[in-house]
């Protein structure tokens, strides 16, 4: 979870002592073939083929003795980011704190928008339910042109975009049956990518241990149910550090895999480290050509990221690949995102910082719309009919006490995460759509959580937003783990949970045409509502939610949205462990009011004409 770091000119630099920086080695990797300028370039050769029914069969075969000896557990908390440090650099110019909420003029569509183009509902289903294995799930799904995949830390999900269940497998039988990998997933992300036509996917495993991986696949076609390639990363071939929270993009040239890597000993953190796959070798289906960047590789300027977001790219003459991250500065209370980019050629990528912010060399600029910039965890999610202390009233049916049910005074309340970036940026017609929550108001006690969310112009770190804008409910209202996507017209849609004291958490999302006013989002509307109180633990204190969620432009026209969010389902019982989520796919169309056809004229009733009279003759 992010912590606030302000940046002030005349501090000096502190920086945590990192470990020296071990050559990355790769699971079954040979040697080395060159040494790039910015990383250790690998081959990693390929350690299986399965397809959707390989893994089936060998998942259902395995289930029964699964059940028997695996307890319910959660997932590994996403480990927090350093602590505050106070960092001596002056900006070149002064920063663009007093950037309007939105730019002047909505950005033109790349392609013509009728006036009065709207985004409405369409279709809507269950992706996953909750196995109540593990929690949070880390709601995570892709649409491609004939399928959804939903992907949470518990199973894996190919359905067709009416709903219809084609195969569901556990998460550990999608990497590890039958794909020569071994190991415990957890953090999945799957993509589908549409300049290739294949679906990608990544998970980290072995949670804070010294045999700590990175997993990757892709698919051999466009139909997830066929062959998949696997391939297995050692996140750091001396056992030191082990890689939490993943990040997942792609373009025309590579596919970038981002972690936060932290003490195995210590759960100190080390710093972002990177593995960027030469995209070509990808889709070839054999060895991969990958160049590591060792943690610590993206200080710059003084300054280095969390929590790095590689974007999801559309634009197929694209050859930069660009990331966004959020680590927590701020300058005079200001807070700071910040670009880098990867540039060079497939096998031989470099990373750096995206030039021209206004504080030198580091791709910081500053957001119009502050926020406390700091965890959010002290001021997680109400629900319905959930006190909101520990000094009284009930919850499920259960006293509100001090003790488990209770933990630091928030009685049940839903995890709301943090601000770092949320899963999967796009770039769309030269444009970086982003988006994170973060606790209002700005100043004073934190009593909600909004949704904030960006629209740049990836190549001007010094002003990059084009427009800004921010979900916000109001006080007691908790707005959480956010996804965004554009379509090619330049619409969006933004997907999110909302839980307060008069509802159960409910998937929700906002849309906007290009020909919207900047800056502004529809109103909410319900995916779908929650149907029960969430409170479960299992054998921790934090009532898990989250950890990210994911939103997606269907590629059979380029136009269509469609956005997976957590829910709370039923629930069974009373106490800890009754709660269940689920994971619901709720379809966005754009729509054009079909026009009222103007009344035909009547014409005038011929006139009959009247004879003149013949004069009589006198």
Not at 144 to 154: A, C, D, F, W, Y
Not at 548 to 571: C, I
Request: charged share 10%; glycine share 10%; proline share 9%.
């Amino acid at each position: 979870m992010t912590t606030t770091r302000d940046l002030r000119p005349a501090t000096p630099l502190v920086r945590p002592a990192f470990l020296p920086a071990a050559l990355l080695l790769l699971s079954f990797a040979l040697p080395a073939r060159a040494l790039g300028a910015s990383g250790e370039r690998v081959e990693v050769p390929l350690a299986g083929r399965a397809s959707l029914a390989q893994m089936e069969a060998a998942d259902s075969a395995a289930a029964r003795s699964r059940a028997s000896v695996e307890p319910p557990a959660a997932a590994p908390v996403p480990m927090p980011a350093p602590p505050p440090r106070e960092i001596g650099i002056a900006p070149a110019a002064p920063p663009g704190v007093t950037a309007p909420e939105a730019s002047a003029a909505a950005p033109a569509p790349a392609a013509p928008v009728p006036a009065g183009t709207s985004l409405v509902a369409g279709t809507g289903f269950q992706g996953l339910g909750d196995s109540n294995t593990s929690i949070p799930p880390d709601t995570m799904g892709a649409v491609g042109p004939s399928h959804v995949v939903t992907m949470l830390n518990t199973q894996v999900r190919v359905q067709t975009k009416a709903g219809a269940t084609l195969s569901t497998v556990s998460l550990s039988a999608f990497w590890t049956s039958g794909t020569g990998l071994s190991g415990s997933p957890f953090d999945p992300h799957v993509i589908y990518d549409s300049l290739s036509g294949r679906w990608i996917a990544t998970a980290d495993a072995n949670s804070r241990s010294a045999t700590s991986k990175v997993f990757f696949a892709i698919s051999a076609t466009s139909d997830p149910t066929g062959s998949w390639s696997f391939y297995s990363i050692a996140a750091d071939s001396g056992g030191t550090n082990w890689a939490d929270f993943p990040g997942l993009g792609v373009n025309s040239t590579w596919i970038a895999i981002a972690n936060n890597m932290f003490t195995v000993a210590a759960n100190v953190y080390s710093g972002a480290k990177m593995w960027v796959i030469d995209k070509s070798t990808a889709l070839a289906g054999g060895s991969l050509t990958i160049t590591s960047f060792a943690p610590g590789f993206d200080t710059s300027g003084g300054i280095d990221g969390f929590g790095l977001q590689p974007a999801i790219t559309f634009d197929a003459a694209e050859t930069t690949l660009y990331i966004i991250d959020n680590a927590g500065y701020t300058s005079s209370g200001t807070p700071l995102l910040r670009l880098s980019r990867i540039t060079g050629t497939g096998p031989s990528p470099a990373w750096s910082a995206v030039p021209g912010s206004t504080f030198t060399s580091t791709g910081l600029f500053a957001v119009a719309s502050a926020n406390k910039f700091s965890t959010t965890s002290s001021i997680d999610g109400a629900q319905s009919g959930l006190a909101s202390t520990c000094d009284g009233g009930t919850n499920d049916g259960l006293a509100c006490s001090t003790g488990s049910d209770c933990p630091s005074g928030k009685c049940r309340r839903i995890d709301s995460g943090d601000d770092r970036i949320g899963a999967g940026p796009v770039l769309r017609n030269g444009k970086l759509w982003a988006t994170h929550s973060g606790p209002l108001p700005a100043t004073g006690t934190a009593d909600r959580i909004a949704v904030f969310w960006y629209q740049l112009t990836p190549t001007s770190a010094a002003s990059p937003i084009v427009q800004s804008g921010k979900i916000d409910g109001g006080a007691g209202v908790f707005h959480t783990y956010p996804s965004i996507a554009a379509n090619s017209s330049n619409a969006a849609v933004l997907g999110f949970t909302r839980t307060d004291a008069s509802r159960f958490a409910e998937a929700v999302w906002v849309g906007r045409s290009s020909s919207d006013a900047a800056g502004t989002m529809s109103a909410v509307t319900v995916g779908k509502a929650g149907e029960g109180p969430y409170y479960k633990t299992f054998s921790g204190t934090s009532n898990r939610w989250g950890d990210y969620s994911a939103t997606s432009v269907d590629p059979t026209d380029d136009s269509t949205f469609w956005t997976l969010q957590e829910y709370a389902a039923t629930n069974v019982g009373t106490g800890n462990g009754s709660g269940r989520f689920g994971a619901w796919w709720a379809q966005v169309l754009m729509a054009t009011p079909t026009p009222t056809p103007a009344p035909t004229p009547t014409p005038d009733p011929t006139a009959t004409p009247v004879p003149t009279a013949t004069p009589t003759p006198v």
